[in-house]
């Protein structure tokens, strides 16, 4: 499939005070084909939600490039910049905060398609109460307020109000983080029928690797504003190569203990650093169990080690 989504050399750096910078995303280069599903993982303090924002656009990079069918999204004016946003839709991760609460839900998701002229009248009726069915919400409850809704089913009415304008592409920012656990599967599972029956092509931001394990293509580790290995998802799976990777990986619960002997397991110290004064070299330098020297002076490149398994690291 042809390449959907491109980011080059992408660096976002926020100014916090004169002189002091936080360094939130440090230069990463990735890819998404049409129709795929790449998962973006890290920790908290990683540059993920970052990265979501900068490539729909509510942030401008302060380095490097966000190709999007071909054209640099950030240059985008006028009826390009609009067909973008209708092509182009994020979920957020907070269900409570981001919708508003003074709007019924067939107001929330009517405000989507009046702001792309989409339906009008009897027809704008109809496609709010269908919308609400595909996410599998009951027509009847158009009218009600999110406050009269689960976390669930609030994070279904986002999806619905995504959905509105009928995009290509999506970028769910922790999408299930904020839900209870016998939740998140639910939707989930949702966003992956969407996925199938659509088409549609997804950045799905996560913080652990267990939640994107079944539904993405490919995933891409982000550490400390830095990409440290993407691949296929099975690859990177079986075969974690960046020890930070490993070290998530051993986060990730594994029913069968025989197998888990196998996985390196490595357990992770101490906190991310801050991203206003990072660490020389290798970004996961002080954190990481095999530090050699040169991991201090030199900051390892990310590098394919098998096809399409690419990663950052002095080991390799
Ligand atoms: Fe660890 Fe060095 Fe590899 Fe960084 S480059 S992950 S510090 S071994």
């Known amino acids: ?96 905060a981001s919708l508003d609460p003074r709007m019924t839900v067939a107001e929330i998701i009517g405000e989507a398609l009046d702001s792309h002229g989409l339906a009008h009248g009897r027809e704008r009726l109809h496609r709010i109460a269908e919308l609400l069915r595909v996410v599998g919400l009951n027509p009847e409850h158009a009218s009600r307020y999110p406050h009269e809704f689960s976390g669930g089913q609030r994070q279904r009415i986002g999806i619905a109000r995504a959905l509105a304008v009928d995009p290509e592409f999506l970028v769910a920012d922790e999408p299930i983080s904020a839900l209870d656990v016998s939740i998140q599967a639910q939707i989930v599972n949702l966003l992956a029928r969407l996925q199938a029956e659509r088409g549609l092509t997804y950045l799905f931001i996560a913080h652990d690797l267990a939640m994107v394990r079944h539904l993405s293509d490919r995933i891409g580790v982000m550490y400390l504003g830095h990409l440290v290995e993407t691949g296929p998802t099975r690859e990177v799976y079986r075969k974690p190569l960046h020890p930070y990777t490993q070290g998530l990986m051993s986060a990730v619960p594994i029913p069968d203990p025989r197998r888990e002997r196998q996985r390196h397991r490595i357990l992770m110290e101490g906190e991310i650093p801050s991203p206003i004064n990072p660490p020389s070299g290798c970004p996961f330098r002080t954190r990481c169990p095999r530090a050699e020297e040169v991991c201090a002076r030199v900051r390892p490149e990310l590098k394919p080690v098998e096809p399409g398994h690419q990663v950052a690291c002095h080991l390799y």
């Not at 360094?23 to 280069?29: F, K, N």
């Not at 979501?52 to 004016?77: C, E, N, W």
């Open 1 to 96: 499939a042809p390449v959907l989504l491109e980011v080059r050399g992408l660096k976002k750096y926020f100014t916090i005070r004169r002189g002091l910078q936080v360094r939130a995303v440090d230069g990463i280069d990735f890819h998404i084909r049409k129709g795929e599903i790449f998962a973006l993982v890290g920790e908290s303090g990683s540059g993920k939600t970052t990265v979501g924002r900068v490539v729909i656009g509510l942030y401008h990079p302060t380095a490097g490039q966000v190709m999007f069918d071909g054209k640099d999204v950030h240059r985008l004016s006028g009826a390009e910049l609009y067909r973008f946003k209708r092509r182009a839709q994020i979920i957020f991760q907070d269900p409570y």
